[in-house]
């Protein structure tokens, strides 16, 4: 993909995720009757299908590869496992469910593309002839050429009769690690995704966009209570309208319960519940609190820290939470915690700063472009360095091809798993 093409796409998010005319119409869910009589697919075949694939057919509307990673949500005692496929193309992704029956492997779902508000149906089959056979070995030996998905997809609700076919090509890239963290909890309500920004709904819902973690957007109400909400100010851009206005920090925890709903009808979540939610309920392994609060915080956000990283050991889970600090006056904060040294943090700032604060993570601007050298010395420290807010494609293909990051925040995690996957 070239820059050019690049920035159009960019100008195309840019122009309709600003528009509050556009609407994305969710395709009917078909995955129940077309999975009913199916059974559960086995944690070893989970893992053997995912991979880099060839896109056979559908090229046209969707690119010549596609990475197909699994993600799960669990609920109680049920857990839902959920196949997403990543393209190079519009920064279209889907997302199926599946089961099986005779060997043969059943898929519905929809898709989506993020330029713009296209989405539609998707059904697929592995029969046994065409990888089914091997999957169900206790041991899978997958190789080039070894499984083939067939299938359609569809427009809207249309019968999904245009032709897919999804060829297995090599494993996904693994040689080194990269954290995919998604903005806003998961992603934006100017998206149009099914469930809003910073609730607890998204936080469940962003696995399936290939995210490994989440930036979260930290503010205290009047009584001293954490809640996720981005802007300063309640608005008409993330919530539906309930009389109130002006600074969300204004207002108790009860009155914005009982009186505000996000966009698409959730409650503004507390730190806790968003936190519980990704621990127990996700496979996310990172935390990024974005810090914010007007008001000082920091003891009380170090201490739920610190009660998250005892719940994540209790439960045999990689789990990291990292306060971030994106001004000098967090700094400042932060350095008044009798255990700064010891909690961690993501600095915004400058290395010294990040030193300073004895940081896990650097955070610094795309803008300043790769810092190989730097990122080297960060390294070379013991500390990670993840860059931040990474949408563009092209500008994503070359930080991940040429820089040495260990993280990306960007509003569009379908494009980094990409282009992270497919190398």
């Known amino acids: 993909m070239t820059i050019r093409s690049s920035l159009v796409i960019l100008a195309a998010l840019a122009a309709w995720s600003c ?44 690119g010549d590869l596609v990475a197909l990673k699994w993600s799960y949500v669990a609920n109680g005692p049920d857990t839902t496992y959920l196949l997403s496929g990543f393209f190079g193309r519009d920064v279209a992704f889907f997302e199926l469910e599946g089961g099986t029956l005779d060997s043969v492997f059943f898929f519905a779902g929809t898709w989506r593309k993020m330029v713009n508000t296209e989405t539609g149906l998707v059904r697929l089959t592995i029969t046994r002839s065409q990888g089914g056979a091997q999957l169900f070995q206790p041991l899978p030996v997958i190789g080039k050429d070894s499984i083939t998905f067939v299938g359609g997809w569809g427009s809207g609700n249309d019968n ?15 040689a080194t690690r990269l954290e995919i963290v998604a903005h806003r909890g998961g992603g934006r309500t100017s998206d149009l ?34 809640i996720l909400y981005h802007d300063s100010n309640l608005n008409l851009r993330l919530t539906q309208k309930s009389g109130l206005v002006g600074p969300v920090e204004e207002y108790t925890y009860a009155q ?55 719940k994540a050991a209790a439960a045999g889970r990689e789990f990291e939470v990292l306060i971030g ?54 390294q070379g420290e013991g500390r990670r360095v993840f860059v931040w807010t990474l949408d563009v494609p092209a500008y994503v293909q070359e930080y991940i091809a ?19 996957y497919v190398r």
């Open 19 to 62: 528009s509050q005319d556009a609407e994305v119409v969710s395709p009917s869910k078909t995955a129940e009757w077309f999975l009913s009589e199916t059974n559960p697919i086995r944690p070893s075949m989970r893992t053997a299908m995912e991979g880099v694939y060839r896109v056979v057919e559908g090229q046209g509307m969707f």
């Open 160 to 174: 999904p009769s245009t032709t897919m076919v999804l060829r297995y090509d090599r494993p996904l890239y693994q």
């Open 193 to 226: 995704l099914p469930v809003s920004e910073n609730s607890v709904e998204m936080v469940r819902y962003t696995g399936r966009l290939g995210s490994t973690g989440i930036e979260i957007d930290i503010h205290i109400t009047r009584d001293g209570v954490p």
């Open 256 to 310: 914005l319960q009982g009186l505000v709903r996000l966009i698409n009808g959730e409650r503004i979540p507390t730190l806790q519940e968003v936190l519980d939610a990704a621990l127990y309920q996700t496979g996310l392994r990172f935390v990024w609190l974005d810090m914010k609060a007007v008001q000082a915080s920091m003891p009380l956000i170090r201490e739920i820290q610190k009660e998250y990283v005892a």
């Open 325 to 378: 600090l994106p001004t000098q006056d967090k700094v400042d904060e932060f350095l008044t915690l009798p255990d700064y040294q010891q909690a961690g943090a993501l600095c915004e700032l400058d290395v010294e700063k990040v030193r300073q604060t004895n940081a896990r993570v650097w955070g610094p601007r795309w803008t300043e472009g790769t810092q190989v050298e730097l990122v080297a010395q960060m």
């Open 402 to 420: 040429n820089g040495r990051f260990d993280g990306i925040l960007s509003n569009y995690p379908t494009i980094v798993a990409y282009y992270h």
